[in-house]
T-cell receptor, first 115, second 114 residues
């Protein structure tokens, strides 16, 4: 399978714990995005990387959230001191960048439940 | 700020019907528009991408049109099948913002019954 992969697929944690999610983009895609989706809503943008550079962060990304893409390949999203309001589906997408019209391809998501 | 609205929120039809899903956006300065399909509890599958200079795109039984000046797109599904049951999401990539940041609607939940 050469699509976007995410791990874990599901995560249940207690309030106050830290969690980390991983995203592996399609090989050679230099753009990587994180979105969050709550029930009944469309995905909302969180942050965007071009190669290893984090170029934009949404206001949704509080100081408890941090994302990295250290070598311009996979990315991690960490949430510290989780709150019940963090419960959502976290989606990762990648895009080839220039010349591709920036079509985004999404992974299966990580479902986070904070108890 | 770009606002994306999808109508109807839900649609239930018998198999074989031709369908039209609607998407509207407030800022016509877009780079492109994508239609996605999402099955329950799953990620998004890209269906069609229309560049701002295009009027429509077709893939199999799906046809998407774009009227950028009026801020509207429609997704036409021909001869619907039960396997088409899913939520359909429209998203725009606004020119001038971070290239690639998508603004999504809330989706149309489609049920096609046999």
């Amino acid at each position: 399978d050469t699509g976007v992969s995410q791990d874990p697929r599901h995560k249940i944690t207690k309030r106050g714990q830290n969690v980390t999610f991983r995203c592996d983009p399609i090989s050679e895609h230099n753009r990587l995005y994180w979105y969050r989706q709550t029930l009944g809503q469309g995905p909302e943008f969180l942050t965007y990387f071009q190669n290893e550079a984090q170029l934009e962060k949404s206001r949704l990304l509080s100081d408890r959230f941090s994302a990295e893409r250290p070598k311009g390949s996979f990315s991690t999203l960490e949430i510290q001191r989780t709150e019940q309001g963090d419960s959502a589906m976290y989606l990762c997408a990648s895009s080839p960048g220039r010349g591709s019209h920036n079509e985004q391809f999404f992974g299966p998501g990580t479902r986070l439940t904070v108890l | 700020k770009q606002e994306v609205t999808q109508i109807p929120a839900a649609l239930s039809v018998p198999e074989g019907e031709n369908l039209v899903l609607n998407c509207s956006f407030t800022d016509s300065a877009i780079y492109n528009l994508q239609w996605f399909r999402q099955d329950p509890g799953k990620g998004l599958t890209s269906l069609l991408l229309i560049q701002s200079s295009q009027r429509e795109q077709t893939s199999g039984r799906l046809n998407a049109s774009l009227d950028k000046s009026s801020g509207r797109s429609t997704l036409y599904i021909a001869a619907s099948q039960p396997g088409d049951s899913a939520t359909y999401l429209c998203a725009v990539n606004r020119r001038g913002s971070t290239l690639g940041r998508l603004y999504f609607g809330r989706g149309t939940q489609l049920t096609v019954w046999p």
